[in-house]
Nanobody
Framework: QVQLVESGGGLVQPGGSLRLSCAAS????????MKWVRQAPGKGLEWVST????????LYTDSVKGRFTTSRDNAKNTLYLQMNNLKPEDTAVYYC?????????RGQGTQVTVSS
């Protein structure tokens, strides 16, 4: 079955950096577009970024453009999100997500807290 396991979250000061990882299994990773989404406390899910199956194309929500970079290693079935210049408003649970067999899948998430 599809499994997505995020890691790399933590507590960081404003201006700091974190690199999130998402280990994928149960589907053909290099055929799938992958996404990062996040959920801030008390808010709904927010799309963060999308990367095409071979990583040629990437898209970002405006609030993270120039600060976040999404990438993937298809040989390792792993998705990444490099987050630089973090701001308190980036505090959220971050999830990787994909579609397979007609439905959406999401991992358990990793908490990112940006605070001084």
């Amino acid at each position: 079955q599809v499994q997505l396991v995020e890691s790399g979250g933590g507590l960081v000061q404003p201006g700091g950096s974190l690199r999130l990882s998402c280990a994928a299994s149960g589907f053909t990773f290099n055929l799938n577009t992958m996404k990062w989404v996040r959920q801030a406390p008390g808010k709904g899910l927010e799309w963060v970024s999308t990367i095409s199956n071979f990583g040629v194309s990437t898209l970002y929500t405006d609030s993270v453009k120039g600060r976040f970079t999404t990438s993937r290693d298809n040989a390792k079935n792993t998705l990444y999100l490099q987050m630089n210049n973090l701001k308190p408003e980036d505090t959220a649970v971050y999830y990787c997500s994909t579609q397979a067999w007609g439905r959406d899948y999401r991992g358990q998430g990793t908490q990112v807290t940006v605070s001084s």
